[in-house]
């Protein structure tokens, strides 16, 4: 099942954290961002909501 890279428009109550990272990582992340004509904090979130769901 792939990851839905939700653009959401409406704002929902958020909290900010700091998360440090493999440059690798960020490279990566960076790359699906780019391919995908999203920003890094979307493509992390969706990572994280589809994880977080999928969790079995």
Avoid: G, H, Q, W
Wanted: proline content about 2%.
């Amino acid at each position: 099942m792939p990851i839905n890279l939700d653009y959401k428009k409406n704002r929902v109550k958020a909290s900010y954290k700091s998360l440090y990272l493999k440059d690798e990582l960020v490279e990566k992340i960076d790359k699906i961002a780019k391919d995908n004509n999203s920003s890094f904090n979307n493509v992390v979130v969706s990572m994280l909501e589809y994880c977080v769901n999928n969790n079995k």
